[in-house]
């Protein structure tokens, strides 16, 4: 099973409210990402745990914080958020199979914010 | 350092044409290559990979050869078809980490009946 899930798969805030994307991978995999996707444009890291520790930052806002609860949980806490911000967040983990480090996205999470 | 450069999209073709798409890396060591398609309102799907000089991946139909003397990496497909229609990133990872992943901008594909 290659499934990386993502909830919730639409959601719409203010500028003021807080909210959560959650993703889950049963892979194994000791590394998980948070990417951010504009229309047409490749994926823009955000974050990347490994091992539940932050290894990667992207020089992202703090507007967003991110959270690894286990090794099969990532979380995107989201606060304050610009219209800007507006995108699809995709979550992605990666893992060694036959020797090849190879990396499996989860659905995405299309956020609005108004 | 380590990079991707694809084409420049869009691309539209006609059901059953042929299909190729540009990709070539710079990267230091033997890399490992993919592609991957991304259909409207989805995530990235893993299509298809390859990890050393003279390897061919293939997938659904999509064939790709690791070049490494000329850092290419280019996708075909010998009859496409109008459930091929979707985005497609090339990306590698490099040899000596296993937490970063390089993708280039992505190819729109757009296959006509």
């Known amino acids: 099973d290659t499934e990386v899930t993502q909830t919730p798969k639409h959601l719409v805030m203010g500028m003021t409210n807080k909210k959560s994307l959650k993703c889950e991978q049963h892979?194994?995999?000791?590394?998980m990402y948070w990417y951010k996707q504009k229309a047409k444009k490749p994926p823009e890291l955000m974050f990347v745990?490994?091992?539940?520790?932050?290894?990667i930052n992207e020089s992202v806002p703090s507007r967003f914080s991110p959270e690894c609860p286990n090794s099969s949980l990532l979380n995107l806490h989201l606060h304050a958020l610009q219209p800007e911000d507006s995108a699809l967040y995709l979550c992605?983990?990666?893992?060694?199979?036959?020797?090849?480090?190879?990396?499996?996205f989860g659905p995405g999470t299309r956020l609005t914010v108004t | 350092g380590n990079s991707v450069t694809q084409m420049e999209g869009p691309v539209t073709l006609s059901e059953e044409a042929f299909l190729t798409i540009n990709c070539t890396y710079t990267?230091?060591?033997?890399?490992?290559l993919f592609w991957y398609v991304q259909y409207p309102g989805e995530g990235l799907q893993l299509l298809l990979k390859?990890?050393?000089?003279?390897d061919k991946g293939s997938n659904k139909g999509f064939e790709a050869t690791y070049r490494k003397e000329t850092t290419s990496f280019h996708l075909e497909k010998g009859s496409v078809q109008v459930s091929d229609s979707a985005v497609y990133f090339c990306?590698?990872?490099?040899?000596?980490?296993?937490?970063?992943?390089?993708f280039g901008t992505g190819t729109s594909l757009t296959v006509i009946p």
């Open positions: 992605a983990s990666s893992g060694r199979s036959w020797g090849v480090y190879e990396q499996y």
């Open positions: 892979m194994g995999h000791r590394a």
């Open positions: 745990y490994s091992y539940e520790k932050l290894s």
């Open positions: 990267a230091t060591g033997y890399p490992s």
């Open positions: 390859a990890t050393k000089a003279d």
């Open positions: 990306a590698l990872t490099p040899s000596n980490t296993g937490n970063q992943f390089y």
